[in-house]
């Protein structure tokens, strides 16, 4: 059975950065994509960036581009989201999802001075 759980969460000032984890427990199929959403309080969940599992080919949502970087350490079996010059509206619940299927619990990340 394959899950996911998140870590690296916090408050950081306007401008800040913050490195989120997501470990992979299991082994994901070779064609699996890995993904950030993002979710605030009586929205919908928001799609921030994904990755495949076997190749290097990052994709972002235009709000973040060249503010987050997703990346991959396979031998650690885990996903980074790194959000740099993070705005307050960058505040939500983030959560690491394995094809849309398998979900972490979310970790709060919370942009304010």
């Known amino acids: 059975q394959v899950r996911v759980e998140e870590s690296g969460g916090g408050l950081v000032q306007p401008g800040g950065a913050l490195k989120l984890s997501c470990v992979v427990y299991?082994?994901?199929?070779?064609?699996?994509?890995l993904t950030w959403f993002r979710q605030t309080s009586g929205t919908e969940r928001e799609f921030v960036a994904g990755i495949g599992w076997s190749a290097n080919d990052p994709f972002y949502t235009g709000s973040v581009k060249g503010r987050f970087t997703i990346s991959r350490d396979s031998a650690k079996n885990t996903v980074y989201l790194q959000m740099n010059s993070l705005k307050p509206e960058d505040t939500a619940v983030y959560y690491c999802t394995i094809d849309q299927t398998f979900w972490g619990p979310g970790i709060q990340v919370t942009v304010s001075s």
């Open positions: 299991g082994r994901p199929s070779d064609d699996a994509v």
